[in-house]
């Protein structure tokens, strides 16, 4: 574990505290997932000059809400007036862009940096910041991640985080395709501007 | 070559003078590619039991706007106030869903059902009407066409038309996919609604 002090308010509180309140909120599981996507985060942001305390906090707050319920998600969606259009879809849409809304509620993080590498996390985006692909490689590639290519993405992902985005985001969209799995249309968005616009 | 007697009055004029009319529109080699979508969508049309004439006529004007320029078509989308969206498109969107005003313009079809056929013969849509199923599935299996899978496509679209759609997209996705080519939003709504529907 890092001993990460932090100093700039995104949060208010240690990292310990933070890490008490995800604890809280996730499974053991998922809880040891978040621990390995927030230090792969941290790393990337240091090789890419990212603010490591927003990759810190981005890495740990991510999947803060991936294990709340459908009704709750759909109350969110209503009461913040979110895109109508979300109520179709489901918690691997949800638990980013809706989640951002619950993390800004409960951890009162209002840092919008941070709120946006959550929303992006999942489908990315074809607009993103090096913090929000800081975190959606991150989450690819972490450490306790299993998956045929996960070496070969690791060695991209501390290359180049651009080329990292573009495989992560090709490699997802076949494997969906490949199991005749639902795609979200705005992943396409971000296969179109970081898979074809770098090729 | 079929004798098909048009009496529907969707085109005023004989399918002779329909021909010539395309012939002048587009190269030789598109027009050989046309007659075979034809023959496809009547063959598939007798199949499913859909207008005959329609599948024709549908099928004979669905490319016929694929040699226009980029000007006119961007000239069209303003005129016809299409979504502005098109604009940042190319030719291959743009002749289907532009093509169709094009059609309507310069040949006198007005029969919504054919027009639709050709505004979804490119890349789908999530509804699909059993004649935009027939000129979608002809485009891709009609006897011009060559690549690994056709005749296993050709097969299944004699045998179901929902799963030669399902086939045709995936293959098509699958194809874009592997060589970084762009894709159409639209088309994932196609794949979301007929493949992970249908399996």
């Not at 959606?136 to 299993?146: L, S």
């Amino acid at each position: 574990m890092f001993d990460l002090k932090y100093h700039k308010d995104y949060f208010a509180g240690s990292r310990d505290e933070l890490c008490a309140k995800i604890q809280q909120s996730v499974s053991t599981k998922r809880y040891q997932h978040i621990l390995g996507v927030e230090q792969a985060a941290v790393q990337l942001a240091q090789e890419n000059n990212v603010d490591v305390e927003k990759a810190s906090i981005a890495g740990l707050v991510h999947d803060y809400a991936k294990e709340r319920s459908t009704e709750e998600f759909k109350r969110v969606i209503k009461k913040k007036h979110l895109d109508p259009d979300l109520l179709k879809w489901n918690n691997f849409i949800w638990h980013g862009v809706v989640g951002a809304e619950i993390i800004a509620d409960e951890l009162k993080i209002d840092d919008e940096e941070i709120l946006n590498a959550v929303r992006r996390h999942t489908v990315g985006s074809a607009v993103m910041t090096q913090l929000d692909k800081v975190v959606y490689v991150a989450d690819f590639i972490e450490k306790g991640r299993v998956f045929p290519d996960v070496d070969f993405a690791r060695t991209i992902a501390f290359n180049n985080l651009d080329q990292a985005v573009a495989f992560e985001t090709k490699h997802t969209l076949q494997y969906l395709l490949a199991a005749n799995k639902t795609i979200y249309p705005a992943a396409i968005e971000t296969y179109n501007r970081w898979v074809v616009a770098v090729n």
